[in-house]
């Protein structure tokens, strides 16, 4: 029989997985990406279809692009930045410890 894993275990046996910790990192960041425009679009009292006209895009690229669906370019987060009255800012960081 075998026996069951808890989430930590399998977690950890998928993450090494060649080609695994790059592809959890980049949903990572489509996920944060998307959490951190719905987060500013709500503070704003924004509809997805608000945010698409004044961003130029449709309201479905709008819900995908917050459910961390895409990987958007550079000149993308250029286009949510003044849509939500941000100023974009790209950075290099050291990895976390851990």
């Given at each position: 029989m075998d026996e069951r894993k808890?989430?930590?275990d399998k977690r950890a046996e998928i993450?090494?997985?060649p080609g695994a910790?790059?592809?959890?990192d980049a949903a990572r960041?489509?996920?944060?990406?998307?959490?951190?425009?719905?987060e500013r679009r709500e503070a704003l009292g924004l509809t997805?279809?608000?945010?698409?006209?004044?961003?130029g895009l449709?309201?479905?690229a709008v819900a995908r692009f917050e459910a961390g669906?895409?990987?958007p370019t550079i000149p993308m987060l250029e286009r949510f930045a003044e849509a939500?009255?941000?100023?974009?800012?790209?950075?290099?960081?050291?990895?976390?410890a851990g």
């Open positions: 808890n989430w930590s993450l090494d997985r910790g790059a592809a959890y960041i489509r996920f944060e990406l998307g959490a951190a425009v719905r997805q279809s608000e945010l698409a006209d004044r961003a449709k309201q479905p669906g895409t990987m939500l009255e941000l100023r974009l800012r790209v950075e290099f960081a050291l990895p976390e």
